[in-house]
């Protein structure tokens, strides 16, 4: 995969990612535990959209809140910048609340979450499920593969851990259509971390020795597949998506972006080439980042961003005087 330092990126501060995402935290933060999703996930959208907008770039949004006839704002296709038609051309993946039911809920793990690389290098994905697969860095390549069963599966990152596969720990959606998944991964002794939302997170948590977790299973939305292979990019590790799909009007949506093969199996590298930026804040605590925390004058933000060139991975707490 070609992680050369972008030129093109460059222009657009690996801090002012951070900017972005902590303006779309900050405002989710107001509406932790109301129990209103949509006002939530309203708030930081307009937020992360204002600060885009503040930026030199010539933007593209490729993953978003959905179509245009479904998204007021930060649709896909649409551009945001201060420098549409003469800055540099950017591709940017976002999810400006990535678990809004966990935000509602006050619940862990919620986050702002924003990816970026040149124009023509994130996939831009329809908005239907994808069959994930990911583990961290240190893995001998082609490790997981999704035409191999999960068992086959956590044997072989057992095998190349040096461990049983009753010591290996796997992240998944709780859903029902997972059931089966679970079954059998507890069948061979695997332990099983249920998420109630939010598999960028899972994905990532792979990533982290502190979150003992090994491997992300299952399925969730193709968007989140393409952010959380931003952020893999940028620190190691593998990915295998597949997309999934329910009915003939999915199968349309998938074509009219431009996905032929529509049973391709795709590698890390071609959801998200070249050199990347990812970026998160925590909108709620969880085992990536703190939550946003108010205090008497001010607020308190943690983020982490992410270079796929450099490998780099910055901690940025921020102080935030409060109105």
Known sequence: MDQSPSQTLDRVLVLEMVRVTEAAAIAASKLVGRGDEKAADAAAVEAMREALNSLYMDGTVVIGEGERDEAPMLFIGEKVGSAIGKGPKIDIALDPLEGTTICAKAGPNSLAVLAIAEEGNLLNAPDVYMDKIAVGPGYPANLIDLDKSPTENITAIATAKGVKPA????????????????????????????????????VIATTDPETTIDVYMGSGGAPEGVLACAALACVGGQFKGRLLFRNDDERARARKWGIEDLD????????????????????????????????????????????????????????HQLD
Do not use: N
């Not at 079954?183 to 695997?190: F, H, N, V």
């Not at 998200?272 to 703190?290: E, M, P, Q, R, Y």
């Open 167 to 202: 010591d290996i720990i796997a992240c998944v959606l709780d859903r029902p259509r997972h059931e089966t998944l679970i079954a059998e991964l507890r069948k061979i002794g695997c332990g099983v971390v249920l998420i109630g939302d939010g598999d960028v997170a899972g």
């Open 264 to 319: 391709k199996q795709y590698d890390l590298s071609e959801l998200a080439k070249g050199d990347c930026i990812f970026a998160a804040t925590g909108v709620t605590d969880g085992s990536l980042l703190a939550g946003v925390k108010r205090h008497r004058t001010k607020m308190t933000t943690e983020s982490v961003v992410m270079r796929a060139s450099s490998g780099t991975v910055r901690w940025v707490k921020g102080e």
